[in-house]
Each structure stands twice: as structure tokens, then as C-alpha cells.
């Protein structure tokens, strides 16, 4: 992943997109869906052997930034479509910049998403929007993201869970509801498969 920020187009870029520039695998950005990208438009395009996904990331409405994420394209089959379930998403998350991050995403892979950063803060609006995934970081501030999903799940049991953690499964070991777990960092096709197989929750 490579993000780009700000007029300057200031650019962070993860371990994984580093060592592939560095060994000159990466195509360079293509201009069109660059430029669209920055107009708010999200884009999806072949780039050599990858595939690249351009997801704007808005600050009060502006874009400001881009998020460029590369996935190897299968060798001799078409991309697969993304899910075309819409899916209503509660993103619990306490690193702000995280959470924005995932919600953009989420939007850009055309689901609803809305970002909190405490269970506190979630609970109430579980039952209230009909959320069909909560999407939940496993350690939290004050309630665990675990003792989160696990009222959420008494309350409303067709509820999917997704857990991201950067501490592995430890803390999920004995978990005794069905879940997802994203290890943390995790690459946006990992977070693409893990809503692939939800409908809307019953």
C-alpha cells in the first residue's frame, strides 16, 4: 500500500510496497484513474501483474488523500467482481487514523460505513442502525472488542463479526461465536474477502 496526502502528495508507504518498489516490480501510478482518484472517484485497474485499487480519502468533505493498493492479479483469470451485497458496517477503532481509513475503504467498496472508537460508543448504536458487520478492533479502551461482540451478537444473532488484531489469535482463542480475524496489517483484498461472503443480516 502507498499513501498519498496533501497538495504535496506526500507519500508513507507499508514493508510489503518498499520492497517491491525497491526491486522495481511496481508499475508507476497511471495518470487517468490517478487524477479521477484525487476527484473522488474510486478506481480499479489493471497495472501489469497487479491490480490496482485507488480509494479517495476525504478530510470535511475534500479529498486529501489516496490510497494506492496493489494485489497480484491471477495469471490467466479475470479479476473476481467485488461483493455486490451492500453491506451496512460499524467500524470500531480507537487509532483515529485507522478507523477513517477502513471506513473510506468500506465506502469504497460500496458498502455503508460509520466509525466509533470505544464499545462504549458502539453499543447503543448497534440496535439502533441494523448493522449487518461489526467490524472491530479485539483490544479497546475501557470494553474489550471481544466482550463487544459478544453482547452485540446476544442481542442481534445473524450480526457478523470481524475482528482485526495485532497480537495474533491469541486473544481470540476462546471466542464460542463464528468471527473473522484480520491480523493487523492486513492488505485491502484480505479485508475485501473477509466481507465477500455476507449478505445482509437477517
Known sequence: MLLLWGREHASVNNAAHAALAAGGALPDLPPAPLAAAWR???????AGAFELYLTP???DETVSG???SFAAAPADTPAPAPATARLRVLVVEDNIDSQYLVCEMLKAFGHDADGVGSAEQALPMLPASAYDVLFTDVSLPGMSGVELARQAIAAQPSLHVVFASGYGGALLRHVEFPFVSLQK????????AALAAFGPAG
Open 40 to 46: 473522488g472517484q474510486p478506481q480499479r485497474v489493471a
Open 57 to 59: 480519502l476525504r478530510e
Open 66 to 68: 489516496v490510497l494506492c
Open 185 to 192: 496489517p492486513y492488505e485491502i483484498e484480505q479485508l475485501q
